[in-house]
Every structure is written in C-alpha cells, then in structure tokens.
C-alpha cells in the first residue's frame, strides 16, 4: 500500500484501500486539522504536496472549486478528497487553531490570489524628485491634494496597461505587472512608465499655474521571480510581491538619479523587450546592497510597431 510522509509531525503513515489523505493521517493520530466534514467546503486540510504530487489522483470537482476560488498551484491539495496510488511526501499547512482561522477566512473571502506563489513579473518604482523640500513650502492641504492629483494621474497610466499599485511611499509608489496577465508584461509596465512620463506634462502644466513651480520623476523596471500573494489581516489583505526581484527594481528606479535619467529598466527587464523599444544611454552602474555593477537601459519611446 502507498506510504504518506506527514511533515513537520516526521511521521510515516502505510494508507488503507481508498483512503485520502485526511483519514491517513486521523487514523495515525495526527492532528490534522479539518472543519467541513471532509466535503471540500473548506481550505482547513490543505496540504503542501512535496513530492510523489503525480501519485496524487486529479481534483474531483468539489476540490476544483476550491483550488480554482484560492488560485492553488497544481502541489497544493484538499487532503479531504486527495487519494495517493503511490507514496507521497506531503507538508500539513494548518497545524493551529489560528492557522485554521486564517484558512477559513480565505475560504469565505472573494475570490483571488489568497496564497503565496513564485511568479515572474515585472516590477515598477517611481519617486517624485525634489518632492520634500517642495512639500515643506506649502500648507498640509496643499501637499496632500497635490500627491492626491499625481497619484490619481500616474494610477491611470498603470490601470491603463493591466498593471496594479502594490503600494504608496511617501511621494513614491510600486506598481505589480503580470499578476494576473503575464504576456508581454514587461513591455505593458514600461509602456505605462512612458505614458507616465507623458502625464507629467499637464501635471506640471497645472503646478506651474498654481505653485510656480514643475517636478522631475524616476522610473524604475525590472522583470523577475517574486513570490505574489495576499498579505494582511483578515478584512485588510492586498495582493503584493516580496522578494529580491522587488530590491532589484527599487534600486534601478533610484538609479536614475545619477545618471540623470528618468526611465531605467534592467537587463532582465531589457531581454524581455528588446527590439520593441528604443534605448538612449547604456549605463553599467553599481547598485546599492548589490555587488558588481549591473546593465541598465534608458528607455526613450517604444519602435515604430509598438510606438
């Protein structure tokens, strides 16, 4: 018969004809948690297949459903409705009565990207140049419908290419491409970075008239692996992307400060739109945190195919 590795428990547990993996475990004594009766209505018997997942039957379509509403990978299983024909080596996800809360909140919200997956997206950073001693010179009101006026401007320059805000920084925000589109992403973020430059134009037409004064962005791209989920407390989570992918691109943004430029994307980035851009200057420049000096390319507009 099919043996099951229950981790972290350490236990190695035969199964009997027709078992799944929830009633291998409760005949074994382990504290496998489980809240629906075993009637794929929940996520709480969730398990992280290992290895031996070929050995794991396809979902039936109560399974379906909830792997589908949880944008489960193909390794993450039900192990209410999971039989093994073959040994297999699985991880238990829920092992407390907060975990359970957590699975269980998940299973009930609308439907998304509720677990962690590795993705290869394209990441954007951009930051206002010379924002705070701008903003120092005038009252509160003015400096938070000012930001308000840019974010509204750039946030439709990024909706406009499929891309999402992760997150707002100060005068700086982050933008995800490739969540939930992942062809072509690169080249939708750095189409949205040349129609954000290009809405600076009527921004600074508009801060010119009111303050006397415009303001310069930097653009950062850079395409890589991420892990993308949704992180938060419950009733609060947002989809976002952590990982070294997102250090990359923060630090190619800040690039452009140096080089006086104000649309860099990195050699990852630059692999993934070659020949449908045109590049200004070819920098080879150092990275803070990073070590040696990494390719940039300046983005000046796109080829006459995609233009």
């Known amino acids: 018969m099919p043996v099951v590795q229950f981790l972290p428990d350490g236990k190695t547990v035969e199964t009997e004809a027709g078992d799944t993996l929830l009633r291998t475990a409760l005949r074994a004594d382990i504290p496998h948690a489980h809240a629906c009766g075993g009637h794929a209505r929940c996520s709480t018997c969730r398990v992280l297949v290992l290895a031996g997942a070929e050995h794991c039957g396809p979902r039936n379509a109560g399974e379906q459903r909830m792997a589908d509403r949880l944008a489960f990978g193909p390794e993450l299983r039900l192990a209410c409705q999971t039989v093994p024909s073959a040994d297999v080596t699985l991880r238990r996800l829920v092992l407390d009565a907060e975990d359970a809360a957590m699975a269980s909140s998940a299973a009930t919200a609308a439907p998304g990207l509720t677990v962690g997956h590795e993705r290869r997206i394209a990441i954007l950073f951009t930051d206002i140049r010379g924002f705070t001693p701008f ?127 104000q649309l860099l994307i990195s050699a990852d980035a630059h692999a993934q739109v070659a020949g449908q851009v045109r590049i200004g200057q070819h920098l080879h420049q150092k990275l803070p945190g990073k070590s040696g000096e990494h390719e940039l390319f300046e983005i000046i507009g796109l080829t006459g195919e995609e233009a």
Do not use: W
């Open 135 to 261: 903003a120092e010179s005038l009252p509160a009101y003015d400096v938070v419908h000012i930001l308000n006026r840019y974010f509204r401007s750039m946030g439709h320059a990024i909706a406009n290419h499929g891309g999402c805000i992760d997150n707002y920084m100060g005068d700086g925000l982050m933008a995800l491409f490739g969540v939930e589109m992942p062809a072509r992403c690169t080249l939708h973020a750095v189409r949205a970075g040349l129609d954000m430059l290009a809405a600076m134009g009527p921004f600074n037409a508009y801060l010119e008239t009111a303050y006397g004064r415009s303001l310069r962005i930097g653009i950062g791209v850079h395409f890589g692996e991420a892990v993308v989920g949704a992180i938060g407390a419950p009733g609060k989570q947002k989809i976002t992307a952590i990982g070294d992918a997102v250090n990359v691109a923060s630090r190619v943004e800040a690039a452009n400060k140096a080089a006086g430029t």
